[in-house]
């Protein structure tokens, strides 16, 4: 089908948040309260962060400030890819902290393992499905990378099972596909926007008090507390703890390691039963493929099928705009590929077409810290990984606050910041070359020119 014609009635916005379970927002704040604990941001950092500051200790009063409505940024727009690793994947994990990537990887899979059991003690119903990930290879350059996973998870004792091109073929069909690995247990897909209203539920029952558009325009240290302004009404709070994700951070020097970066999305009607029988999908795993631009694709509970990535977009100066949720040109790129991958599914049409922010910093994976004598905590640039590791990120900012040391903690990981992006115009020039580069590197058999090998011989990158 014309990507056109397919993409012609889907609505401009994320497919899920657009649906009628949607929650009514919270009241804002008004007037002034206090709080041991004030958790800024409701998207999946802020809101593990507050259900988890409560089940640590239950008397402990605390509140969240979400600047919009809870999960309406990243946490309720994205794949649903709900991954036990906290390093953007075990090959960029591996080049970073060569010495504690077992113990990265472990601690991964118990944050997984932790979100699973948390979820279903507490009846939070998000279609957690424990499918795992197919990474398939579409390209003969790809291939060697498929057995260098598998091999580099087997010395760690986990185990991926590769597929051949038959193989990988009966799992899900597509003609482009030249074979897989399958990670059956390290990956979750989710409806990520049921994930946080569920979350936000959890945690107004545990008592945490959730003020949705309440803003929080200005941050000081009076001495004794920490002093949070917001339109209506003031916050002194003991600890605070910042989860805002790509937006503008109120810590300023985070500016220096955190690019928004926008990635975009479709979703399709329901595939009929017949049509996704010619393609199987019966375990229905995430699938992601193995170039550097790079789709993932998964089922909903109601059989569509969710479609994105591939274009990473920066726009100059680091703005976050409404408008750049929308961008045509890759809406008709993605639809065009989701054709090649899936010829069956010819005649099919979009319902929903969105883009989204992604903290982005240079090591691709979340980094923390502490500001104002270790009262307030920061977790940010997850890099596109960030719906499983979210909640490790709300760990370590509570054993940061809570002045403990614990293996979380003493990790490498955490103590090291990454490198910081140049100021602007040098980051813009840096960032369009890199995505350039990268883009030629797909081009070209996977081969990574000068300017690509220099990033990496210095452990940095870009992506989405
Ligand atoms: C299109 C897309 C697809 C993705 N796919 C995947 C995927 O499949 N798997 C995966 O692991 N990751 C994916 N990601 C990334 C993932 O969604 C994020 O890593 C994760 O949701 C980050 O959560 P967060 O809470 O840190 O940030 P956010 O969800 O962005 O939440 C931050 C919140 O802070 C609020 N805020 C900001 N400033 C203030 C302030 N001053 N006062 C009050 N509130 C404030 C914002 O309103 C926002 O709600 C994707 C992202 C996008 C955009």
């Known amino acids: 089908m014309v990507p056109s014609k397919a993409l012609a009635d889907a609505e401009r916005r994320p497919y899920w948040l657009d649906r009628p379970l949607a ?14 604990l004030a958790v800024i941001g409701g998207g999946f950092t802020g809101l593990w962060t507050a259900l988890m500051a409560k089940e640590r200790d239950p008397s402990l009063d605390v509140v969240l400030l979400e600047g919009r409505a809870v ?52 009846g939070v119903d998000c279609s957690f499905e424990r499918t795992g990930e197919l990474r398939v290879a579409t390209e003969e350059w790809q291939l060697a990378g498929l057995d260098e996973e598998v091999s580099a998870a087997a010395s760690l004792g986990v185990r991926l099972e ?110 009929p039963a017949d049509l996704l029988a010619e393609i199987g999908w019966r375990n229905r795993q995430g699938v992601g493929d193995s170039a550097n631009r790079f789709h993932y694709y998964r089922l909903t509970d109601d059989n569509r099928i969710l479609w994105g990535g591939y274009d990473a977009v920066y726009h100059n100066g680091g703005l976050v705009r409404p408008e750049y949720d929308q961008r045509d040109a890759t809406f008709e790129k993605l ?22 922010v992604i903290d982005t910093c240079s090591r691709f994976s979340a980094f ?61 020039g840096v960032i369009q070359l890199t995505r350039w580069s990268i883009a030629r590197a797909d081009e070209h058999e996977g081969r990574r020119n000068a300017w690509l090998r220099t990033l990496d011989a210095f452990g940095v990158g870009f992506d989405s």
């Open 335 to 356: 639809a065009t590929h989701f054709f090649e991958t899936f010829p069956q599914l010819h005649g099919l049409r979009f319902t929903h077409r969105w883009g989204g």
């Open 368 to 428: 923390f810290g502490t500001a104002y004598g270790s009262r307030l905590a920061y977790a940010a640039g997850y890099t596109g990984l960030g719906v499983g590791a979210a909640r490790f990120g709300g760990n370590v900012m509570l054993d940061l606050l809570q002045g403990r040391l614990t293996e979380r903690t003493e990790l490498e990981m955490v103590r090291h910041k990454p490198m910081p992006f140049p100021p602007e115009p040098v980051r813009s």
């Open 71 to 122: 999960g309406w940024a990243a946490s309720g727009r994205n794949g649903g890819f709900c991954a036990a690793s906290l390093t953007h994947g075990l090959g960029n994990g591996r080049d970073r902290w060569p010495a504690e990537i077992a113990t990265l990887e472990r601690l991964g899979r118990e944050n997984l393992d932790e979100i699973e059991r948390t979820l279903s003690r507490h």
């Open 162 to 271: 590769r597929l051949d091109r038959e193989r990988v073929r009966a799992e899900v069909d597509s003609p482009t596909y030249l074979g897989g690995v399958w990670d059956r247990d390290g990956v979750a897909m989710v409806d990520p926007a049921r994930l946080a209203w569920g979350l936000r539920d959890v945690c107004v029952r545990l008592g945490v008090r959730v003020f949705e558009h309440t803003p929080v325009r200005s941050l000081h240290d009076d001495g004794t507390a920490l002093e949070l302004g917001t339109p209506k009404g003031r916050v002194r709070a003991g600890r605070v703890a910042l989860g805002t994700g790509a937006f503008p951070p109120l810590l300023r020097r985070l500016r220096h390691f955190l690019v928004p970066v926008y990635d975009y999305a479709l979703m399709t009607e329901p595939v």
């Open 23 to 36: 929650p009514e927002p919270l009241p804002p704040l008004t007037g002034d309260v206090t709080a041991d």
